[in-house]
């Protein structure tokens, strides 16, 4: 297996915990977003895109983090990154689309480049980012802390799709200085998940490409 990658790309992160999650082998091949390697017609043969992560797997080019995991856990089942129960699985979903569609999308490299070239200087581009991400966590707070299937991590007391979104998603904005303080579940979670090997491992100051 290959992954595509770039060490600060969330999305491409939660790849790298979910393969490590199913102690699956891969390569890992960097693509600079800096350098815009992403766009290069080399790569948009793999992904049309032009983004990141791309798995490749065999003769299987597959893109989009949430249907590389989904695909991870329907061929590599064990241990399972959904849980079985339908009603269990809709709420997984949720966190994680919660963070996949509603708070990465907005503060992507395209999105903050795109702020620059409309004239946002840097102050407000991290404006923006630190708005954007306090109105995403406050809602996955709120989803987390108290409800009854929460656990030790998102879902129970294994980790799962949930955290594998989560824990990119606190990486940047911690990056970003963006404020935690009010989110004591999602810090909770994110400190037991950055003690387990997969996760420690995916972090992104310890991938080949980082700088």
């Known amino acids: 297996m ?3 990658s770039y060490f600060r790309s969330s999305a491409a992160y939660r790849l790298r915990i979910a393969l490590n999650l199913k102690s699956l082998d891969y390569e890992q ?3 600079s977003l ?3 390697e992403q766009l290069s017609e080399q790569f948009k043969r793999k992904n049309p895109q032009g983004l990141v992560p791309v798995l490749e797997d065999g003769q299987l080019l597959l893109t989009q983090s949430l249907a590389i995991c989904e695909y991870l856990d329907e061929v590599y089942p064990k241990p399972p990154l959904l849980p079985a ?3 269990e699985r809709a709420r997984v979903r949720a966190l994680a689309l919660a963070i996949a569609c509603e708070i990465h999308p907005l503060n992507n490299l395209r999105v903050l480049k795109y702020l620059k070239k409309l004239g946002q200087d840097e102050e407000q581009r991290n404006a ?3 708005h954007w ?9 709120a989803m987390l802390a108290g409800h009854p299937q929460t656990g030790r991590f998102c879902h129970g007391d294994m980790p799962g799709l949930a955290d594998i979104f ?3 998603q606190l990486a940047n904005a911690s990056r970003y200085d963006c404020p935690l303080e009010a989110y004591p579940t999602v810090r909770r979670i994110n400190e037991a998940c950055l003690t ?3 996760f420690e491992r995916a972090q992104p100051h310890l991938q080949p490409d980082a700088v």
């Open 2 to 4: 290959k992954l595509y």
């Open 29 to 31: 091949v960097p693509v």
């Open 133 to 141: 991400v306090g109105e995403g966590l406050a809602a996955v707070e």
């Open 85 to 87: 129960a339908p009603v």
């Open 166 to 168: 989560l824990v990119p």
């Open 34 to 36: 800096l350098k815009a």
């Open 128 to 130: 923006w980012y630190r």
């Open 196 to 198: 387990l090997p997969p």
